[in-house]
């Protein structure tokens, strides 16, 4: 059932699990914010039926939040808000469950176990735009019932102590985490780094605030006792901050997240330049807080020289793409799409592998992968997309020992 009403989409879900029928509200992030006061007194209502021996479990009730803020494509800046979950977090711990799924494997394990719960809030937060795909069905139910755990297949730490945890929480969040872990590992190759995922925000919880919360010693040995954590997180970074209250030293996470930034035409990766949580964004914060690395304040101006100037940029190299592929049929979300395998093109052929080629000659490298992509992509088939439309280049999923065949996922990819 649809209609372009919030509050009666909320209100039909509502009673429909009240039947004892499990049931999905699917919204626009933005908007899902209508409907934070019919959300929060289903929350309360659910509290005290907990108390009431006589009243029967109900079916939870579950939302997926799409067209997020930082893939929301036309609609732009009036779309970007990912405050539901910030309404959800204070709400009772026993009644609210929030789950960010890397991949689509992910969100199918998260979704089924939502769909067989009771008695709870499940909030789904997953764009809907064509996403990589990390890892295999076996290895995402795992991962997801954990809700968090180390992608040793993207580390470089060799399951030792880490110089730097890069963590994050989100589908966009996840991409640009791991494409900073390969910058970090191809440049970088003496910095340890380790990756970690997180599903379940609420794991991040001290388990005395949520029975999701990791436990002290399986908390450390995800993010350490006292090395830098550079958190890439969907949503405002605050949430990251007040969920980790109790943890040790706290000071040592530095959350990127959204920051309000963007327009009704920015592009999807221009959003996390402008939001400063890009891939290279995360790496020049490893650089900054990881200790002992040699030539750190070159590396980390060069790293933030290059990002005011990756908007500009990309825009020359959309003009180059729309002249190459004049006459093919695309239209504008095709570009807006295509931002993203820029820079990684731009990741994938640079310099050679010294510390100092990490952010130079940018803009070259990006106008010439440009070209070369539009050409040999012009008029290649996608199976779902059809000719016209390319859709995103296609990535073996994992093995349970995290081989993608022929290398890591991350060296194919990016």
Known sequence: ??????????????GYVLTGRHGLFATYEAFAMVVDSMAMQHAKWLEHCLHIPWRKPVPSL????????????????????????DNLVSKKPSVVR????????????????????????NLIVIDKQPQLQWLHKDAAREHCTRGAGTWNWCSSDGDKEPDVVLACAGDIATQETVAAAWLLRRHLPELKVRVVNVVDLMCLCPPDRHPHGLTQEMFIKLFTYSKPVIFAFHGYPAVVHGILHGRPDTDRFHARGYIEEGTTTTPPFDMV????????????????????????????????????NIASTLKSTLTICRKL??????????YDNQNFYFLQSFVRRGGPGQPGSIFEEAGTQFDQCAREDATRR???RHPLFGPHDLGPPVVAALGPGGSAGGGSLAEDRF
Not at 1 to 14: A, F
Not at 64 to 83: I, K, M, V
Not at 108 to 114: F, G, M, R, Y
């Open 325 to 334: 592929v004049t006459g093919c049929g695309r239209t504008n979300r095709f």
């Open 378 to 380: 012009r008029h290649r």
């Open 98 to 121: 929030i789950y960010l799924p890397p991949d689509a494997n992910c969100l199918l394990s998260v979704a089924d176990h939502c769909f067989r719960s009771h008695n709870y809030l």
């Open 273 to 308: 330049v402008l939001n400063r949580a890009s891939r290279v964004h995360l790496a020049v914060d490893a650089i900054r807080y990881a200790p002992n690395i040699v030539n750190a304040a070159e590396l980390i101006a060069k790293g933030e020289a290059i990002c005011p």
């Open 1 to 14: 059932m649809e209609v372009l009403s919030e509050h009666n989409c909320h209100g039909w879900l509502e």
């Open 62 to 85: 579950n939302y997926l939040l799409t067209s997020t803020c930082w893939r929301n494509d036309h609609n732009g800046f009036s779309h970007q808000g990912p405050g539901f979950i």
